[in-house]
């Protein structure tokens, strides 16, 4: 019987940069080299004897399984990850670095995809709401930002791209 191939709609994808692509191949390293350990723990807890009253079989078991788990969930974040190259054209987008005031304040945030967003090493998801509101802006730009807590004003000082990752 042949081979149906499908199809898998674009909205599957889960768009990142590079750098975040990288990021999951790193963590899934690390993770397959932690592997070995965690049978050999198995393994040597299951030869303590009875298995129903044996905590560090069941402390192994559930170890192994939850990293496992972790290794099943980064593949698949790899298998449907969508690669975005950052264009240079003065505008935010995703992979851009941009600073931003608010008021008589400045932040500076890359623009990077859900998986690699952690406001507090400043990078922004591209789906949150100010990723959003400052998506296509250029430097000089204002933009009225709808989040959770209530609406508020910020405005585009600048927009750069890392020239490594310019396509």
Do not use: C, W
């Amino acid at each position: 019987m042949p081979s149906k191939k499908i199809k898998v709609p674009d909205f599957y994808y889960q768009e990142m940069t590079a750098a975040g692509y990288r990021q999951i191949e790193d963590q899934i390293e690390a993770l397959k080299k932690q592997r070995p350990e965690k049978i050999a723990r198995l393994k040597a807890a299951r030869a303590l004897g009875d298995l129903s009253e044996n905590t560090e079989y069941s402390t192994a078991k559930r170890d192994l399984r939850h990293l496992e788990s972790r290794l099943r969930y980064l593949n698949k974040q790899l298998t449907y990850a969508k690669i975005i190259t950052p264009q240079d054209t003065g505008k935010v987008g995703m992979g851009s670095t941009v600073e931003l005031q608010y008021d008589d304040e400045t932040e500076t945030y890359t623009l990077v995809g859900r998986q690699e967003a952690d406001i507090l090493q400043g990078k922004l998801a591209f789906d949150s709401p100010l990723g959003k509101a400052i998506t296509g802006l250029s430097a000089g730009d204002s933009a009225l930002v709808a989040a959770p807590q209530g609406e508020y004003q910020v405005k585009v000082v600048s927009v750069r791209v890392n020239q490594d990752e310019v396509g």
